[in-house]
């Protein structure tokens, strides 16, 4: 399997805080069938100070911990990028990393406000897509406001947005809401993929394979397996899945 969204990376989030966090959290990736794992740091300007070229050392300090180690998990480099004007700016600048590139599109993380959708989020990703910038839209089952209307995904959906869900929404780790929301997501067919979203051992394991299986039963072993590996394997140019 494959995860396109974690925060192991250590000490640049809310995430894993030190490198045996990190490492910790790659030995549970890897006990749990995931193969590769994209490191998604939060680039969230006023909050979160992350931009790629600054990423990259950390990033390479976890990789060879993990060769260290011996943890056969391969890993990447990416961004939860918190829609707004400053992160914009970033992009302009090339300073945020993308998970991979789709018939022509950069595909990147796009993550809303827990409680609300921002006045101009759509303006926002009609600007991404003319840009040939793909939004995949972290976590929407876990949106306050999509929580209340799941049918507001819809204009995102027609404007050529993905969807990636949380494994624990579909299993009822993030409360009876979201894995509401997350089952309707997927029974109509909206979810690109699901990932884990990992931040630690504690409360937001990086356990995929049980939002796999809980998928599964909801749409078939099939499409369920497209959204863990195959597509995924897509976003990152590798491939098999």
Request: with cysteine.
């Amino acid at each position: 399997m494959i995860d396109l969204h974690s925060h192991f990376l250590h000490g640049v989030d809310d995430g894993a805080q030190t490198l045996d966090e990190a490492l910790a959290l790659a030995r549970a990736a890897v006990e749990d069938g995931i193969r590769v794992s994209v490191l998604t740091p939060h680039i969230h300007p006023g909050r979160y100070e992350n931009h790629h070229a600054g990423l990259l050392p950390r990033f390479e300090i976890f990789r060879q911990a993990l060769a260290q180690a011996g943890l056969p998990l391969e890993i990447r480099l990416a961004g939860e990028v918190r829609i707004g004007i400053e992160s914009l700016e970033l992009l302009l600048a090339g300073e945020v990393p993308f998970l991979g590139t789709v018939d022509g599109y950069r595909i990147m993380l796009l993550e809303f406000p827990h409680q609300t959708l921002p006045v101009g989020s759509q303006q926002f990703v009609d600007k991404l897509l003319q840009m040939k910038i793909r939004p995949l839209i972290a976590h929407p089952e876990r949106n306050k406001a999509i929580m209340m209307h799941p049918e507001r995904l819809v204009p995102f959906l027609e404007s050529g947005c993905w969807l990636q869900l949380t494994a624990g929404s579909i299993t009822g780790r993030f409360g009876a809401a979201s894995s509401r929301v997350a089952n309707l997501i997927l029974r109509n067919n909206w979810a690109h993929v699901i990932a884990t979203d990992a931040h630690n051992l504690q409360h937001r394991p990086p356990l995929l394979q049980e939002g796999f299986k809980a998928a599964a039963a909801l749409v078939g072993e099939g499409m369920a397996w497209k959204m863990v590996s195959e597509r995924p394997a897509e976003i990152l140019g590798l491939n098999n899945a």
